[in-house]
């Protein structure tokens, strides 16, 4: 389940006066069965999770910004990257054998003008557009092949869906 946060908005100016940066916060659930918390996962452990999980949602908000918000609005990876702030362990109601937790991301998007209103709109179409990313699959196809989910184990688009699941 994609959840949305309280937004900061208006932090941080661009190189070019007329961008000014906006954050869109999202959380969602994940869980593995390799038993990787969430120190391990921040820490980057003998894993790549966060960096292709960064990579998914780089891809997928660059997606819907294009699609929708040409000229409008734009993702600046490399000066604003997404962040993942934080993941926690979620134990409550996680299946047997599985490790529950919940990601945090920031995603800077740049915005032409400091128009509320349009802010709000790509705030709502990255929010919808992720959501339907997890439901169709296609946040999963973003992460890349190479991404190392359970430690040992060979990193292919196969392992990373037999180990790691949204929820």
Do not use: W
């Not at 208006?10 to 659930?29: F, K, P």
């Not at 890349?144 to 359970?150: A, F, L, M, Q, S």
Request: hydrophobic share 40%; net charge negative.
């Amino acid at each position: 389940m994609l959840r949305a946060s309280t937004l900061t908005k208006g932090l941080t100016l661009d190189n070019d006066a007329s961008s000014m940066e906006q954050d869109v916060i999202i959380t969602y659930d994940i869980s593995n069965d390799c038993g990787l918390d969430a120190a391990a996962i921040m820490d980057e452990n003998e894993n790549t999770v966060m960096q292709g999980l960064i990579a998914a949602t780089e891809t997928i908000a660059i997606q819907i910004l294009d699609a929708s918000f040409s000229g409008v609005a734009h993702l600046n990876t490399d000066e604003h990257p997404v962040v993942i702030g934080r993941v926690l362990n979620m134990p409550a109601n996680c299946a047997e054998g599985m490790t529950c937790l919940l990601v945090i991301s920031t995603i800077p998007v740049m915005m032409e003008g400091d128009s509320d209103d349009q802010y709000q709109a790509v705030r709502k179409a990255i929010m919808n557009g992720m959501q339907t990313s997890f439901t169709d699959g296609s946040f999963f196809n973003a992460i890349p092949e190479d991404t190392v989910v359970c430690p040992g184990t060979a990193p292919s688009a196969t392992t990373i869906m037999s180990h790691l699941t949204l929820n």
